[in-house]
Each structure stands twice: as C-alpha cells, then as structure tokens.
C-alpha cells in the first residue's frame, strides 16, 4: 500500500490515480471518486480564501477524513478486511445499478460514517463543538456540488427524471437520504462517539457501520417495486463508459 496522503495536495493527486484506475477497469467506483475530488478541491479552495473558523484544523480534518476512504479503497484491491459500510459500496462496483445509485451509496459509507469518526479524532471530547460551525461550512460546500452534479449527471442519465415521478413515494426517501441527510447523522455520530470510552464507543462504531450497510443494500434493492422497475429502466438508458460519464461530470463534450 501507498503512503497515506499529509496534505490536501496529496489526497487530490491519489484521488486522481483512483479515478484514473476506475476508468482503465470501467467501473462505477470513479462515479463517487471523481464526486469526492471535486468537493475535496472546494474545500482546499475554501481554505485558501479563510473561509473556516480554524483554517489549519480543516486541512487536518480534510486529510484524516480523506485517507479513511483512501485506506479501504486501498485495502479492497488487496482483498483486506475493510467496513461494512465500504463493503457494500466496492462490492457493487460492476453491478448495473444506476449512477445516482452508486454515488448515493458511496456517500452514505465515507460521509454517515467516516465523516463522524474523523470529526471525532480531530476535535475529540469536550472539543467536539468547537467543530460545529466549520462542519456546517463544509456542508454547503456539499450542497453546491451535489446541485451542480444532479444536473450533469442528467446528460448522462437521460430517465433521471423518472425519480421525480415516484417522489410521491415513500421509498424514494431511501435514495434521498444519502444526499439530504448524511452530513446531519455524521455529526450526531461524532458528538455520540465523543461522549463514550472503550466497550460503549466500539459498539456505536459497529452498530453505525452495520446500520449505513443495511441502508446501501436498500439503495441496492429498495423494496418498492414500482422504484426497483424505475431505477432498472433509468439504468438500462444509461451511458455505461465511465469515462463519458466523467466527461459529463466534469461538463466537458465526451
């Protein structure tokens, strides 16, 4: 294995090898990697223009969060144990879900819960609040970028629209939820994960990583028939060659 990313610069360079790697094998895991990069250069952006409470902090926090991903993508090409939650992530690399599928699935596994563990390990116990508003930063930075890849991944995914059609259903909330709500239950993790020690603190950490598991294979295989016949027919209409996909993406002509 490599040597974990120390800076922002770093982890952006690795993020470009990993995407560059899912686009040699055409597998959809260069979907959230590209996703991720992106987010990681607005917050470096972000820093740079002293955007943050503690601008030093965020590049610390920014690096530890990063390298959690970084490590289990890492440790899934060496077929070494990883979460439960990346597990169900990586293990559907070449399953023909949809794009919002896959990039929903990831964010649930690095965002509800790697985010809460590496908002714990840089402001942990009673520091934990200090980190309140700088993470309330980083979650509009998300927001603009999810906006702004919903509609380029409309290019690509010409029947998205058909998930609005369903949005009267209760099911679709399980689709929404990475997007909506993920930075929300990654911080209740972290002040949860800040207020316990030893045996109580392992349990959270496995009963999360159990439940974002739970929640992925929902994502997978949601049990409404009408969303499971919808994403399949979205996804069937979908361009398959990932490295058009990122061209979208990026808003570049494939």
């Known amino acids: 294995m490599q040597t974990p990313p120390s800076t922002i610069d770093e982890v952006l360079h690795r993020l470009d090898e990993i ?5 040699h094998e055409n597998n959809h895991l260069g979907i959230f990697a590209f996703v991720y990069r992106r987010t990681t250069a607005q917050i470096k952006q972000a820093i740079s223009e002293k955007r943050f409470e503690d601008n030093e902090r965020m590049e610390k926090f920014d690096v530890i969060f990063a ?12 077929k070494q144990n990883i979460s439960k939650s990346w597990q169900s992530t990586f293990y559907t690399k070449d399953e023909p879900l949809t794009i919002i599928q896959h990039l929903v699935m990831g964010m649930n596994a690095h965002i509800s819960f790697d985010l809460g563990l590496a908002a714990e390990a840089i402001s942990p116990k009673n520091k934990i609040d200090d980190l309140k508003s700088d993470f309330i930063i980083v979650n509009q930075i998300l927001q603009e970028i999810i906006n702004e890849m919903q509609d380029r991944i409309g290019k690509v995914s010409r029947l998205m629209f058909l998930l609005d059609w369903v949005g009267a259903k209760s099911d679709e909330k399980i689709i929404n939820f990475g997007i909506v709500n993920a930075r929300q239950f990654a911080w209740q993790f972290a002040l949860g994960l800040s207020a316990l020690d030893g045996l109580p603190k392992t349990a959270l950490i496995e009963q999360t990583d159990l ?19 919808t994403l399949k027919l979205i996804s069937f209409f979908e361009v398959k060659n990932i490295a058009e996909i990122l061209n979208n993406l990026r808003g570049e002509v494939s």
Not at 19 to 23: G, L
Not at 67 to 78: G, P, S, T
Not at 219 to 228: A, E, G, H, K, V
């Open 19 to 23: 995407i560059e790697e899912t686009i």
């Open 67 to 78: 390298n959690r991903y970084i490590d289990a993508y890492d440790k899934f090409k060496l």
């Open 211 to 229: 439940t974002i598991s739970r929640l992925n294979q929902l994502i997978q295989n949601p049990p409404s028939r009408i969303l499971n016949y």
